[in-house]
């Protein structure tokens, strides 16, 4: 049976809990919690396994269902061209979502840590070691904000205040300037409101609930009036193109993306096997729902050339507002809302990914990026980093050009990739896991038939890599080129691999004990679960590092010693957990 979610007032700080020895910690991956047996000390910070079914569910549902649905089926009926065409899609990309999700609870319920795919990408392609870990902590870094989420709450909320006028006419400088104000509101929310920040996202996930199935029932009523769109729908519109057909495809995932993130935060819940499943099956199969009755309420009330006509900007879902109700603010508000909400939970769950990254230390600054907050039991330092290339991307970018959505499709289009590398090490979790796990004798849980695994897999290859075709494809003349894309994102993952190879130099060895690094007064060791020699100083460090799921931890040396060899090594030398 689920265990009753614990509620707001329940939840705490972090516990204190230090450990004498890494050898102490054991992994029973048959079992939905870690097990700690040891004689605690006073150093490691131990994660809190406190959110349940109710939490782990509003954080899917909210991060899924964002503005896409209210804005998105106009578009994908003109790219398409058949209402019927058009709602299959949308029951489409609720279908690969719950093949996914399979993917992601077999890794979830394998590896139960906070980082998801940098845990899991870390653990499958292990050699050469830290490599993989770094190409994605530089990708996650630079390319993973919620700029695209702070511009369009600004837009939208700006609109609201406009009387619904179209962006073209609202000032560019206005609308980054609330995307900045709302991103730092974000931010100082989930500082120093964290648990109130959870709260919220539970109402604002029923919000979305409610909101959804209102307009399906508005939609559908409003179908049996003589001028609804029901007489054309079966109706074929010239000029099909199976290629539309695929990009619609594309713009429809896009919608449903949001259901793997509560995976970025496994290492924060409570009976994590059962928590993930029960959330997971259940969001993604009511968004799915909730989805179908929307498009199709949409598609059944008015015409397809009211739908695809020139205010096709404006959303749908205010035409709607406008022909049932007489007015599109109300409608306006609730995207406005929606779009809030979805930015909220996608803040917390990206922060906590690259809080993962900063305890792993091969970042600069990594022990204040990595920083818990005790007192608000919040990232803090994760926080500062995520402001900081959120805002970056905000002021750059021009909402009214090419530029803003280039900006926003990198990351997708490298997230495309990585979520191939993912399904291909898939074929790999059950050998490295019988490696890693005390029984050795590691099964999967729902891909433990052949054929599901097959199908399962080839099937989100297959989506994953269409989407990072489509996508790159020329948009229209006079955008930036799409083939900038995977330009971008290779130079990204070189970046990655180069600094990759600056730790590896400065750990070769001349003669027996003299590294490169400790000639040139930085000196670098990473220290992995299982290696001999480990100083007693990293002991209670490594423990941290089994809790976390990384198993690694990288220390650095810097010392002044080369440059005046007169000094004495105690006023020389400064150790760093992180580089500065």
């Not at 409608?331 to 990254?357: D, E, P, W």
Request: with cysteine.
């Amino acid at each position: 049976m689920q265990p009753n979610p614990i509620p707001l007032h329940d939840f705490e700080g972090p516990r204190e809990s230090p450990i004498t020895s890494p050898g102490n910690i054991r992994h029973d991956y048959r079992d939905d919690d870690i097990s700690v047996d040891s004689t605690w000390t006073e150093s490691t910070t131990v994660p809190r396994r406190n959110l349940g079914f109710v939490q782990c569910s509003a954080l899917m549902i909210n991060q899924m269902v964002g503005t896409g649905i209210f804005t998105l089926p106009g578009l994908v009926l003109l790219l398409t061209k058949s209402k019927p065409v058009a709602t299959a899609l949308w029951a489409a990309g609720g279908v690969y979502s719950l093949l996914s999700v399979l993917i992601y609870l077999e890794f979830g319920t394998a590896l139960p840590y906070n980082g998801g795919a940098l845990i899991y990408l870390d653990e499958i392609f292990h050699r050469p070691n830290l490599l993989a870990a770094v190409i994605f902590s530089f990708f996650w870094i630079l390319l993973s904000s919620t700029s695209g989420n702070c511009i369009v709450f600004a837009q939208y909320a700006l609109r609201v205040a406009h009387h619904d006028a179209p962006v073209a006419e609202i000032d560019d400088r206005l609308i980054r300037f609330l995307g900045v104000v709302v991103q730092t509101v974000v931010c100082l929310m989930l500082y120093f409101l964290r648990r109130f920040c959870f709260m919220v996202n539970n109402i604002f996930a029923l919000f979305k609930i409610i909101l959804l199935l209102v307009i399906a029932g508005a939609g559908f009523r409003s179908a049996r009036w003589s001028n609804s769109g029901t007489p054309d729908w079966g109706n074929n519109h010239p000029n099909r193109d199976t290629v539309d057909a695929l990009s619609a495809m594309v713009y429809i995932l896009y919608s449903y993306q949001g259901w793997e993130h509560t995976n970025y935060i496994a290492g924060e819940i409570k009976a994590p096997k059962e928590t993930l499943r029960n959330a997971a099956f259940f969001s993604v199969t009511l968004v799915t729902v909730l989805y179908i009755l929307a498009s199709s309420a949409f598609y059944a009330f008015a015409s397809y050339s009211d739908i695809t006509g020139p205010n096709l900007d404006l959303g749908v879902a205010a035409l709607l507002g406008e022909t049932v109700f007489g007015i599109t603010v109300g409608v306006r508000v609730c995207i406005t809302i929606s779009a809030f909400s979805c930015l909220l939970a996608n803040t917390y769950t990206t922060t906590k990914v690259k809080q993962a990254i900063a305890w792993q230390r091969f970042i600069p600054f990594s022990d204040f990026f990595g920083r818990q907050d005790r007192q608000f039991d919040s990232p803090g330092g994760a926080l500062v980093l995520h402001w900081i290339f959120s805002v970056i991307e905000i002021c750059i970018a021009d909402s009214k050009t090419d530029t803003y959505s280039f900006i926003i499709g990198i990351f997708a289009y490298g997230y495309s990739i990585m979520m191939v590398f993912l399904g291909v090490g898939v074929f790999f979790l059950k050998k490295r896991m019988e490696t890693i796990s005390d029984t050795h004798d590691w099964k999967p849980i729902y891909m433990s038939n052949k054929l599901t695994l097959y199908t399962v897999v080839f099937v989100f290859i297959g989506i994953n890599l269409l989407m990072v075709v489509i996508t790159a494809m020329p948009d229209s003349p006079g955008t930036i080129p799409r083939y900038y894309w995977p330009i971008t994102v290779l130079t990204c993952v070189a970046a990655g691999a180069l600094y990759w190879c600056g730790l590896k130099a400065l750990q070769v060895k001349f003669g027996e004990h003299r590294a490169l690094g400790a000639c040139i007064g930085l000196e670098v060791n990473v220290y992995n679960e299982g290696d001999e020699g480990i100083p007693d100083n990293m002991k209670n460090i490594m423990a941290d590092a089994l809790i976390d799921g990384s198993r690694r931890r990288v220390t650095y040396k810097v010392s002044l010693n080369h440059l005046n060899p007169f000094l004495s090594a105690e006023l020389t030398q400064v150790r760093y957990q992180g580089l500065p």
